[in-house]
T-cell receptor, first 112, second 111 residues
């Protein structure tokens, strides 16, 4: 069966520090991968998606970046965090068109 | 206009009540539709897909009205454990298979 792992679960980082969040999927190949952010009390905002290794599409211009160094690994990064980067970051995957996503358990990031 | 709109609620209902949520979408080219459930401080989880003919899963019934561009979720015999935020989700038939989420409707079922 397929599983998605996301870590860390919680993170408190100072303004200006770097960020690296990792997401991996097991039990499938060539998944579509996504990073979403959910601010407190708000809806989900798509940040990046990837349909293959090295293929990254950005939906929202900001100080975040994403990379997909391996087929089932998706990384969200920042060189310098802003206070506004605080939120709940969710990685998700899907295999086929028309299928719903499966989300990872999320990382709750607080920038202080 | 938002691509997917939902009444944020909260809907406060007693146990055993029937409650319905509607969701409207703006893009008539939307191809696939889902309801997700999100518990407080947790990730969203797929509740059910929504098919053109309507579909039922236990106490939950989902319907799609393409002409009016809305989908609905009906919950019968509400349980305390149904308390959550319900997210309406649509997919355009694009290469990225991206889901567009509504802002969610919060349901609180009370004893």
């Amino acid at each position: 069966s397929q599983t998605i792992h996301q870590w860390p679960a919680t993170l408190v980082q100072p303004v200006g520090s770097p960020l690296s969040l990792e997401c991996t999927v097991e039990g499938t190949s060539n998944p579509n991968l996504y990073w979403y952010r959910q601010a407190a009390g708000r809806g989900l905002q798509l940040l990046f998606y990837s349909v293959g290794i090295g293929q990254i599409s950005s939906e929202v211009p900001q100080n975040l970046s994403a990379s997909r160094p391996q087929d089932r690994q998706f990384i969200l990064s920042s060189k310098k965090l802003l206070l506004s980067d605080s939120g709940f970051y969710l990685c998700a995957w899907t295999k086929s068109r028309g299928m719903g996503y499966t989300f990872g358990s999320g990382t709750r990031l607080t920038v202080v | 206009r938002k691509e997917v709109e939902q009444d944020p609620g909260p809907f406060n209902v007693p146990e055993g009540a029937t409650v319905a949520f509607n969701c409207t979408y703006s893009n008539s080219a939307s191809q696939s539709f889902f309801w997700y459930r999100q518990d407080c401080r947790k990730e969203p989880k797929l509740l059910m897909s929504v098919y053109s003919s309507g579909n039922e899963d236990g106490r939950f019934t989902a319907q799609l009205n393409r002409a009016s561009q809305y989908i609905s979720l009906l919950i019968r015999d509400s349980k305390l454990s149904d308390s959550a935020t319900y997210l309406c989700v649509v997919i355009l038939n694009n290469a990225g298979n991206m889901l567009t989420f509504g802002g969610g409707t919060r349901l609180m079922v009370k004893p």
